[in-house]
Each structure stands twice: as structure tokens, then as C-alpha cells.
Antibody
Framework: EVQLLESGGGLVQPGGSLRLSCAAS????????MSWVRQAPGKGLEWVSA????????YYADSVKGRFTISRDNSKNTLYLQMNSLRAEDTAVYYC??????????????WGQGTLVTVSS | EIVLTQSPGTLSLSPGERATLSCRAS???????LAWYQQKPGQAPRLLVF???SRATGIPDRFSGGGSGTDFTLTISRLEPEDFAVYYC?????????FGQGTKLEI
């Protein structure tokens, strides 16, 4: 059974940093691309970033480019999102998702339950 | 970036009725790389359809996807009470892999 467990969310001041983690199990982690998607309170889904199975290819939404960094540790079956220079508009539930193939151009097959990030002073 | 526009914003129907949801792209979605997701309150989204028309594992056959190019649809043939939720389309043919704004399906 595929399981994705996000952690690392919380309250942070504007301009601050936070690192999210997503622990994966139930599949061969390195064989699949992974992604982060966020949802602001009461709003729709926003794609944030994706990374290929080997970690060599990464993609970002314009709204986070230059501030967020996606990475993965295939030896630990863990996905990360380093978030710097946080803004109030980054407040959202952040979901980790497993794609259906190793390449990033794929559907989001499984989702975690999300972790809440609140950016406020 | 490809902008996806979903219509209608809200769809009010009754159990047993047929629902047709639309997703229109600002330019052609390559290789029909379009997916549909269902989200219920307080839950993570769930994949329903990928590749525009292929049902995901475990999805009932009352859900069907169609379309190509810039116009896509999700059809629910006979609504069950558990189908009332918010539905999102997403294109993954061109980064950034954008979502539509969602259609709320309500009783």
C-alpha cells in the first residue's frame, strides 16, 4: 500500500524558512517522480513543483521559482521542499504526491494528507 | 503557461442524474496529458482519470473522461450521493503543470 506522510509544517514569520518532508513507503521510491501541490484555505489546487525519479530534473511554478527548492533522498525514501523567503500568500496545505511514472510529465497518482504552512507575524 | 478554465463553477444536480463537467485549455494540451481529480471536504484529492480518458485504478465506470486538444470533459453517468464533491482538471503536458479552478458538484 502506497503511503505518503508529510511533516514540517507550522507557523513561520514572513521572510522566514521552512523545510517540508514527505516520507514514502509501499513502492520503489526511486522509480517514480514526485510533486508538491498546495491549497490555500478555501481555494483551489496549485501545482508547486516536481522532481524526476533520479532527482536530476526539477520544475517549479513561477510563484515559487527562486524561493523554493525541491529535492529527494532515494536512500531514505523521502521528498523535501525547502521554502525560503516565505510570504503570506504561501499559506496553504502542502500535499506531497507520487506520479505514475519516473518522468515528471505524469498524473498525480497518490496523495498524502497534507501539512499546513501558515505564514504570519 | 497553459490556463485551464473549468465550467460551470457550481453544478446543482440530484442523485441518479448525469453530470457533465468541462475543462478548456488556453492552448492545446500535448498528448492528451490531462487528468481529473475529485476532492471531498477535509480530504486529499483523488485521481479519477488520466490521459484524458483512462480511469484510474478502482474508479467506478460511471466516471468517464473525453476530449482532446483544448476541450475536455468529465462525465458522471448516474450520480451517487458520494459523488458530490469538487472536481479539478490538470494538464501535465507542459510545465508548469497547471490546475483548473474547480467545479463544485452539489446536491
Amino acid at each position: 500500500e502506497v503511503q505518503l506522510l508529510e511533516s514540517g509544517g507550522g507557523l513561520v514569520q514572513p521572510g522566514g524558512s521552512l523545510r517540508l518532508s514527505c516520507a514514502a513507503s509501499g513502492f520503489i521510491f526511486s522509480n517514480y517522480a514526485m510533486s508538491w501541490v498546495r491549497q490555500a484555505p478555501g481555494k483551489g489546487l496549485e501545482w508547486v513543483s516536481a522532481i524526476g525519479g533520479s532527482g536530476g530534473s526539477t520544475y517549479y511554478a513561477d510563484s515559487v521559482k527562486g524561493r523554493f527548492t525541491i529535492s529527494r533522498d532515494n536512500s531514505k525514501n523521502t521528498l523535501y521542499l525547502q521554502m525560503n523567503s516565505l510570504r503570506a500568500e504561501d499559506t496553504a496545505v502542502y500535499y506531497c504526491a507520487k506520479l505514475s511514472v519516473k518522468a515528471v510529465a505524469a498524473d498525480l497518482e497518490y496523495w498524502g494528507q497534507g501539512t499546513l504552512v501558515t505564514v504570519s507575524s | 503557461e497553459i490556463v485551464l478554465t473549468q465550467s460551470p463553477g457550481t453544478l446543482s444536480l440530484s442523485p441518479g442524474e448525469r453530470a457533465t463537467l468541462s475543462c478548456r485549455a488556453s492552448r492545446s494540451v500535448s498528448s492528451s496529458y490531462l487528468a481529473w481529480y475529485q476532492q471531498k471536504p477535509g480530504q486529499a484529492p483523488r485521481l479519477l482519470v488520466f490521459g484524458a480518458s483512462s480511469r484510474a485504478t478502482g474508479i467506478p465506470d460511471r466516471f468517464s473522461g473525453g476530449g482532446s486538444g483544448t476541450d475536455f470533459t468529465l462525465t458522471i453517468s448516474r450520480l451517487e450521493p458520494e459523488d458530490f464533491a469538487v472536481y479539478y482538471c490538470q494538464q501535465y503536458g507542459s510545465s508548469p503543470y497547471t490546475f483548473g479552478q474547480g467545479t463544485k458538484l452539489e446536491i
